[in-house]
């Protein structure tokens, strides 16, 4: 995720800036800068790769002002180069930007400014914002920032100053946080806590539709055009909890993270008043798709399994046989694969090597590939024809949360994608699922909101040697990414099972030392999932359910119950995941391992 921090005030700008986006640097970024104003000159330096970077750049080429605004950026929109790193400017160069989020109606705005003679000299969708400034800019930049922000559609938290107006430092937010830290004749802002820690402690966290006015001695903040007052609060945290937005480990802020996450992955590609899907695909056209006779998914660990679940969904929509297939496995097989294939690579850190030798040697047949990656500019996200990325931000923990539901809703809309395509879906039907996706945020939220009971049941099975997960159709990957999230950070000894599968022998497993969790949700096999249920209750297990509100068939013959929203089946592995994640995060915990950062694993495996 991007980070910002800004400084007004008597001390030199540039070097505060400086050490706050260090304490930012954990958010991850590819690009960075800093931007000052000195004399009403405005003077910027900026850089590619990480911190140390820009830091030799501006011992080189010095700057130094008492008010200034820095950024290290995520790419999401343009490469990571020096021309796409922020700050950006208009075409004076005496108005500077920089911002986190996504505009989702950039290309419209940067095509009106275009014709309108603006010169542009990034990829990215911010630079939009300082055209749209300077187009409104009339001597208040306040003024010309509030219209600007009128004619933008998406995520934002923005920061802008202007070489004509060095006293103000101008900043909204919608959708993404920004935060302001008061001084005394000093004032401060920063994406994130930590990058303040050092300066202040009384902050104010803006909401979505402030702008605010920042001057050294004062915070001037409306919303809709109307002065409003926002409560400054003392933050207690050191700088490692601020690092974590107070939460005890990265992997439990990245799960209560998901509404943002898959909100971001889907904002700007599914519109409630179009009927279409918008995805960056160049090559996979319509004419291409028509010839593929077979998709091959290939993938490891968690990427897997949101493999496995695109599997029912591209068979279900599009009617195009598919295979999942493990990379570190695909690479050793005698790949039939040729022009007709498509070969789909599901990556977080779009580094893994079992999955980038599998996508070149695909390549080598003549198959189209399409990556799925969280990492902008990563070797898989380089090497495929075509890239759709999860829009996730940084994912520290090694056990994959945020990145796994952020692959299984962007191959959703994949999926619809080439549904459309093919002509294999309705518009009312394609309208009824994106209304659906809108809804999947808040679906998320309230799942959140069984931590408490999660927990008490992940405190009576915490000393468990063994666990199984049950599952069937396009849950059965979700009990797959269940016993791995246990596994991989509780190191107790779980295996995912298709529930249809327990007589052919695992059912052997089962008596009062084997508990079970089974997802049973709504669905067209709810009645099947139920028989299987019996068969492990009768056999003495304990049985945790995965069900919806007002279940009674499953709740009658479950020990404990967690429930959670009943949403189409088509995205219940995106709800009915959140659960699991929580109970293996505090099995975890329970257990003393390091929940973060757990033994044996790395977050990205560069190596066979
Ligand atoms: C997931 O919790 C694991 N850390 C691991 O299985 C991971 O999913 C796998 O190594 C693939 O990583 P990638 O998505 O970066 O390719």
């Known amino acids: 995720m991007c980070g910002i921090v800004g400084y007004i005030g ?8 400086y050490d706050g986006l260090k304490k930012l640097e954990y958010r991850g970024y590819d690009s960075a800068g800093i931007a000052v104003i000195d004399h009403n000159i405005v003077k910027t330096n900026r850089s590619t790769g990480k911190l140390v970077n820009l830091k030799a750049n501006l011992e080189k080429n010095p700057i130094a002002g008492n008010i200034g605004i820095g950024h290290t950026r995520w790419a999401t929109h343009g490469k990571p180069s020096e021309e796409n790193a922020h700050p950006h400017t208009d075409c004076s160069g005496k108005i500077v930007v920089v911002h986190n989020g996504i505009i989702e109606n950039y290309i419209s705005l940067k095509k009106q400014l275009v014709e309108e003679g603006h010169k542009f000299d990034s990829e990215t969708d911010t630079e939009v914002v300082a055209h749209l400034i300077e187009k409104n800019y009339h001597g208040n930049i306040l003024e010309a920032t509030k219209k600007a922000l009128k004619q933008v559609r998406g995520t934002y938290a923005l920061a802008v100053i202007c070489g004509e107006e060095p006293d103000k430092i101008i900043v909204s937010r919608n959708d993404a946080p920004l935060v302001i830290g008061v001084g005394e004749n000093e004032n401060f802002i920063a994406s994130d806590v930590p990058a303040l820690l050092a300066y202040v402690r009384d902050v104010i966290f803006l909401e979505n539709g402030d702008i605010c006015e920042i001057t050294k001695n004062g915070v001037k903040i409306t919303n809709q055009d109307k002065l409003i007052e926002r409560k400054t609060q003392k933050i207690l945290w050191n700088a490692i909890q601020a690092e974590k937005g107070g939460y005890k480990h990265f992997m439990l802020k990245e799960i209560y993270e998901q509404p943002q996450s898959i909100q971001d992955t889907f904002r700007g590609r599914v519109f409630s008043d179009q009927k279409q899907i918008l995805l960056e695909i160049k090559n996979i056209t319509k004419e291409v798709l028509n010839k593929i006779s077979r998709i091959y998914i290939i993938a490891c660990g968690t990427s897997y399994h949101a493999g496995l679940t695109a599997k029912f969904l591209l068979e279900e929509f599009v009617q195009i046989p598919t295979e999942v297939d493990i990379a570190s496995e695909f690479r050793y097989r005698n790949q039939v694969l040729d022009k007709n294939s498509l070969a789909i690579f599901i990556s977080q850190s779009g580094e893994t090597a079992d999955t980038l030798v599998a996508l070149r040697l695909a ?35 090694v056990a994959s949360t945020k990145a796994f539901t952020g692959q299984v809703m962007a191959l959703l809309l994949l999926v619809f994608d080439f549904a459309v395509k093919k002509g294999t879906i309705t518009e009312e039907q394609l309208d009824n699922y994106i209304k659906q996706i809108w809804n999947l945020p808040s679906k998320v939220s309230e799942c959140l909101k069984q931590a408490d009971k999660i927990e008490k049941i992940a405190k009576i099975f915490s000393q468990t040697k063994q666990f199984i997960y049950l599952a069937r ?32 022998g695992p059912i052997a497993l089962i008596d009062e030392n084997m508990p079970v969790m089974v997802i049973a949700t709504k669905s067209r096999i709810y009645e ?33 119950q967690i429930v959670v929203p009943e949403v189409d089946e088509i995205f219940s592995p995106i709800i009915n995941v959140i659960p699991l994640q929580l109970f293996a995060y505090y099995v975890s915990t329970m257990r003393g391992c390091d929940v973060d950062q757990p033994r044996n694993l790395a977050k990205s495996v560069t190596v066979e």
């Not at 008597?10 to 800036?17: R, S, V």
């Not at 269940?482 to 509780?490: D, P, Y």
């Not at 028989?531 to 479950?558: F, H, P, W, Y």
């Open 10 to 17: 008597n001390k030199n700008a540039t070097d505060i800036i």
């Open 363 to 397: 390549k080598q047949k003549g198959a189209k590939t399409l990556a799925i990656c969280n990492v902008i500019g990563s070797s898989i996200s380089r090497d495929a024809d075509d890239v759709v990325y999860t829009h996730c931000g940084p994912e520290i923990g």
């Open 473 to 504: 159709n396009i849950n059965y990957p979700i009990a797959l990414e269940g016993a791995l999230k246990l596994k991989e950070i509780s190191y107790i000894y779980a295996e995912g099972y298709a529930a249809g599968e327990m007589k052919h």
């Open 528 to 560: 099947k999932i139920i028989s299987n249920i019996q068969e492990a209750k009768a056999r003495g297990a304990n049985i945790i359910a995965i069900v919806n509100e007002n279940d009674t068939a499953v709740t009658k013959l479950s020990d404990y």
